[in-house]
């Protein structure tokens, strides 16, 4: 829903008074010829006259239109999840979209289980105003996803979240300057795949995160984007146990990405570009009980290749990753960015990951998406044994759309996760999951 809507300043009710008083005067002065044709003209000009003067602030607002509007949808998730080697890790958040890395390995199979929620409804609400600089518009939108505050038995409470808060400045016609959080430039969300799980494949990007970027166009569906955003560090302690695995905040850089969109007939495809700084400064305890201070700060990239290409109703959509510091981008953070060594050295640690989708409207109203992914991980060999190595999925749905906005879906989901070395006699574990969604777009 689109409202126009232009701010008009209030007259007080003494220039209202005088309004009428000049008018009375007018009446008298003039032939009731006259009258007629220029009382109600020059009653305006007084009243404008008279706000400019004591309202000056308010009449500006008349420069330029703000448009506003809003939506989201309304999504309901019932899923039915069982893990091949132990119970459930992490109830709440690995049952309600698929993290590979939760998935337990060296266990006896554990039993089905089945969670539904609405957690994943969302609301966004956008502005645009055209200004004497250009175009400048502003968007926000939450989620209740992840951050449950009550419980099952009575009121199933989510806490709101921002997933973006974002202002855009078009200050001409091929440039743009975008300030807030949105996601990662790194991250061609256009390529994702058509899954009802929250985020899909394991080899795929996935963040959002605060930022300044720079978009110009280059004609024909070409575009160049530079964006400075916020850094984080994720490493595995010195001990090389998962659990020892801190995130550090102690960047004095920020992400670097740079990235080219292209289109070329029907495939649209984009290429981009990581640098980072992976930094941390932390006391560690020695052998004999002793504090030792340790830090080291090194650098690291990435590199993604996305694209889409439209086969008449149909659709393949690919994303391919490489680099020796996707970290926290790939996965949900599946893998750490690098080690922290036994001499406080930071190793990088390389990481592919992608995958490829395909997308098949059986009628106008019936759609399918069948998707293949992976990723692993090049580990030093003083992480510990539990330590991911490498993650697969699968996800086959059929969708059915009465009309466009309503969605109602049912999603198979295979996950397995390998890790560096047996544990209990084996090396991988493994998720089947069922997935009822319900979607309503407004």
Do not use: C
Not at 216 to 245: I, K, V, W
Not at 250 to 278: H, I, Q, T
Not at 307 to 323: P, T
Request: no cysteine; proline share 3%.
């Amino acid at each position: 829903m689109i409202n126009n809507k232009k701010l008009t300043p209030a007259v007080p009710a003494n220039m209202q008074l005088r309004s009428s008083v000049l008018a009375g005067l007018v009446f008298a002065a003039l032939p009731l010829s006259a009258v007629a044709e220029t009382l109600e003209q020059r009653v305006e000009r007084l009243e404008r006259a008279l706000a400019e003067k004591e309202a000056p602030s308010q009449v500006q607002q008349l420069e330029g239109s703000t448009e506003y509007s809003f939506g989201g949808y309304i999504k309901l998730d019932a899923i039915a999840s069982h893990y091949s080697d132990g119970e459930r890790a992490l109830a709440g958040v690995g049952d309600d979209f698929l993290v590979a890395s939760v998935i337990p390995v060296g266990g006896e199979s554990g039993d089905t289980n089945l969670d539904m929620h609405a957690k994943h409804s969302r609301i966004w609400f956008k502005t645009n105003t055209a200004t004497d600089v250009g175009a400048i518009g502003t968007y926000i939108e939450m989620d209740f996803g992840v951050n449950q505050i009550g419980d099952e038995r009575i009121s199933n409470s989510a806490a709101s979240r921002i997933r973006h808060a974002y202002l855009n400045w078009q200050y001409d016609a091929d440039s743009s300057v975008l300030a807030g959080q949105t996601w990662s430039t790194f991250f061609n969300v256009g390529s994702l795949p058509d899954t009802l799980d929250f985020v899909g494949p394991v080899g795929t990007l996935f963040e959002r995160q605060a930022q300044v970027r720079w978009t110009h166009g280059l004609g024909n569906a070409r575009s160049l984007m530079f964006a400075l955003e916020n850094p984080s560090s994720g490493l595995y302690g010195q001990s090389g146990s998962d659990a020892g695995a801190s995130a550090y905040d102690n960047n004095a850089l920020p992400d670097m990405v740079l990235r080219f969109n292209g289109k070329s007939g029907d495939f649209s495809y984009s290429f981009s570009g990581l640098l980072r700084e992976l930094a941390y400064k932390q006391n560690f305890t020695n052998s004999q009980a002793q504090a030792v201070p340790g830090d080291d700060s090194v650098y690291g990239y990435g590199v993604s290749f996305a694209g889409v290409w439209q086969i008449g109703a149909d659709d393949v959509r690919v994303q391919l990753n490489a680099g020796n510091a996707l970290g926290r981008y790939l996965g949900l953070q599946t893998y750490r960015d690098g080690v922290i060594e036994d001499g406080g050295d930071i190793e990088l640690i390389d990481s592919v990951g992608g995958y490829v989708a395909y997308r098949h409207f059986w009628a106008p109203k019936w759609r399918s998406s069948l998707v293949l992914s992976a990723s692993s991980a090049d580990n030093p060999d003083s992480v510990a044994d539990t330590t991911a190595a490498s993650y697969q999925s699968v996800h086959a749905n059929l969708v059915y759309a009465p009309i466009t906005a309503l969605n109602f879906g049912v999603e198979y989901i295979h996950a397995s996760k390998t890790i560096e070395r047996p544990v209990g006699g084996d090396d991988s574990g493994d998720l089947d999951r069922l997935q009822f969604s319900a979607k309503y777009t407004f």
